[in-house]
């Protein structure tokens, strides 16, 4: 059965498919929760309760600590200077020009497309994956600093 409400982070309505204990398999919401003027309270089998999460970003579910551990591991190694001096972990946001992120992403995006079509890149795949996301994240930031949310030039 497909709870698509539930992976929603919404309340299942479809109890039919239910655990002994009374909580969706799929959602693992309580039934018998109360209903607030907020929305539907969760209710755990210790009786602490706390609202729903739906409408709240899932940080935990949408990043990967592998992903970004090694993202972390790439920045590190890129920190160190062509003159030997190391630069501060957050140096990139003092701000550079997009066109530099969008030249830099496209270099690394041809790494990328090499390696998966069987060919050698300069750094190889994972190294091309992390610049690519380096250059998309710095490019978001930008967009973001300039509040230019809708419109890219």
Same mark, same amino acid.
């Given at each position: ?46 009786? @602490?309760? =706390? ?9 935990? %579910?949408?990043? +990967?600590?592998?992903? !970004? ?35 830099? @992403?496209? =270099? ?9 079509? %069987?060919?050698? +890149?300069?750094?190889? !795949? ?28």
């Amino acid at each position: 059965m497909n709870h698509e409400n539930c992976s929603a982070m919404s309340i299942c309505d479809d109890w039919r498919e239910k655990r002994r204990d009374g909580y969706c398999r799929d959602c693992l919401f309580y039934r018998d929760t109360p209903v607030t003027p907020e929305g539907k309270m969760r209710t755990f089998e210790t009786g @602490a309760t =706390r609202d729903t999460e739906g409408g709240k970003e899932d940080y935990e %579910g949408f990043l +990967s600590p592998m992903v !970004l551990k090694r993202f972390a591991e790439y920045m590190s190694k890129h920190r160190i200077q062509a003159d030997g001096t190391v630069r501060a972990s957050d140096n990139w946001q003092r701000g550079i020009p997009r066109d530099v992120y969008i030249k830099s @992403a496209w =270099r690394h995006f041809m790494d990328v497309w090499l390696e998966h079509r %069987g060919q050698k +890149s300069r750094d190889g !795949l994972e190294d091309a994956l992390c610049g690519l996301m380096f250059n998309v994240m710095g490019y978001l930031f930008q967009v973001l600093r300039e509040g230019k949310r809708s419109e890219i030039a």
